[in-house]
């Protein structure tokens, strides 16, 4: 994923460049050929959620693992959905994925490190509050499936039944 991804967005009439360059430890972003870094609020994940203003409009560029997109005046552009701050993603869920690729990796190996990674970053794009609900229930699910997944294939992987 890593590259350029811009958008032209209208505001009052005029289009204005907008997009956001990724290397591979920091994120860049540009509007109408300025740039200024974005750094991801994650350690493990891509998360970013930077906001600009071109004339009084407000504009979000948002990149959560490979997703990314923009939202002007509070809707995003690919999907039409209202703008959520990724600043409302709970400590738990960004503790979470760690915690997966750990178990992940001592009980099943690179493939449960993997699987807990995956299982992780699909936890964290469901975490986030929709309408002001809590997605714990949700994400708990996800974790305890992972969780057991992990265990069993480690268990099965060592021969531990036999």
């Known amino acids: 994923m890593d590259g350029f991804r811009n958008w032209t967005v209208t505001v009052n009439g005029e289009p204005h460049e ?3 360059r990724f290397g591979l430890f920091r994120a860049t972003v540009h509007v109408d050929g300025k740039r200024r870094a974005a750094k991801s609020k994650n ?10 203003s071109v004339d009084g409009t407000d504009i979000h560029i948002t990149a959560m693992g490979n997703r990314v997109d ?7 552009q690919k999907t039409g959905k209202p703008y959520t701050s990724l600043a409302q993603i709970p400590i738990w869920a960004t503790v979470m994925v760690p915690v ?3 178990t992940g990796l001592f009980s099943f190996g690179v493939l449960g490190f993997a699987l807990g990674l995956l ?3 699909f936890a964290l794009h469901h975490s ?4 002001g609900k809590s997605r714990l229930p949700l994400c708990t699910v996800i974790y305890v499936v992972t969780l057991v997944l992990q265990i069993v294939g480690g268990v099965y992987s060592r021969g531990w039944l036999q």
């Open 128 to 131: 986030v509050p929709v309408l």
């Open 43 to 52: 350690l493990f994940v891509r998360v970013i959620d930077e906001d600009v």
């Open 18 to 20: 907008v997009g956001i």
């Open 119 to 121: 299982a992780g970053i």
């Open 100 to 102: 997966l690729m750990a």
């Open 70 to 76: 923009v939202a002007v005046d509070g809707v995003y």
